[in-house]
């Protein structure tokens, strides 16, 4: 583990060894997707065994001290988003180390809805025709995630018809309606203050002041898998290359993130589970605001198309 991080967490971090684990890959991730192929979804709703749990010895992560950004916090200002429709393209490394396209693509709409608030639409594709769509509510000014639906196009036979999450209260829970249209409810958990969205977190990265050396720690949830504590620090700004052939001016941010559910780290950086995100400058007129999430597991690439 990077010390970085370390010296930023209380003195007493748990110790638990890194996760592999692909986190929120800024535009949403497949998580829910892959742990629906291997199990029911019900079985999925009891993977975290605590959120928040307020006997924890280190009070801090449960209030809004040990966060520099939370909800509601002037540094978030979503006019820096930009509707958009794009796709991404995922590669991963073989046995030998080489990076190898993989058949998983993520399909996304971000816009604004009928009643101000932004509506984001991330479909997974995985292969084989099976894919997973996440519809998420965000609040127009402060960016908190307030709901997520989530549905199937030929699933597994034991995957849900819908699966939809209120994030507004301090409890929540799943909503569950199983593929024979009985209704089941999950794990009622809790969550000790307003959240930004874990499995969009570069979006959420976006919308904060980027500039050289800034740094920022905010409150994420990934509803079925945890509650994270991240901290983002802006590498610095650079051009790279897009899949259309042409460049993309972004920041490079790196993440390191803390679940706060297991204790596990993810470091930041491209060789770190944490991952680095290159959020797009001028983000509109069909570009995304992230180009590209990168981590030692996985690369997510914008395929540089324009749509409107």
């Known amino acids: 583990m990077k010390t970085t991080l370390l010296t930023k967490l209380p003195a007493k971090l748990p110790t638990k060894s890194l996760a592999k684990f692909s986190l929120g890959v800024g535009i949403a991730s497949a998580l829910l997707l892959q742990a629906c192929t291997n199990t029911s979804m019900a079985a999925a709703e009891e993977m975290p065994k605590q959120v928040y749990s307020y006997d924890a010895e280190d009070k801090c992560y449960y209030t809004s001290a040990c966060y520099s950004v939370v909800v509601g916090s002037s540094e978030i200002n979503t006019a820096r988003l930009k509707p958009y429709h794009a796709i991404w393209s995922q590669s991963n490394p073989d ?85 024979d249209g009985k209704h089941q409810t999950g794990k009622v958990r809790k969550k000790a203050l307003a959240m930004f969205d874990g499995q969009i977190g570069g979006l959420t990265l976006a919308a904060l002041p980027l500039s050289e050396n800034y740094t920022a720690t905010l409150p994420m949830i990934i509803p079925n898998l945890g509650i994270y504590w991240i901290e983002a620090t802006v590498v610095g700004r650079k051009t790279i290359p897009t899949a259309d052939g042409s460049s993309q001016d972004v920041w490079e941010v790196n993440a390191n993130w803390f679940n706060l559910t297991d204790g596990d780290i993810y470091e930041p950086g491209r060789e770190g589970d944490g991952g680095v995100y290159y959020i797009a400058v001028n983000p509109g007129d069909g570009v995304p605001s992230v180009i590209e999430y990168a981590n030692s597991g996985a690369v997510i690439s914008w395929d540089g198309v324009r749509r409107k």
């Open 95 to 179: 046995k030998d180390g080489a990076w190898v396209k993989s058949p998983a693509t993520f399909e996304e709409i971000l816009k604004i809805g009928a009643d101000g608030q932004w509506i984001h639409v991330q479909k997974s594709h995985m292969g084989g025709g099976m894919a997973q769509v996440q519809t998420r509510t965000l609040d127009k000014k402060t960016w908190q995630v307030l709901d997520m639906t989530i549905t199937y196009e030929n699933g597994p036979s034991n995957a849900p018809q819908k699966v939809f999450y209120d994030l507004t209260g301090d409890n929540f829970t799943a909503d569950i309606t199983l593929s």
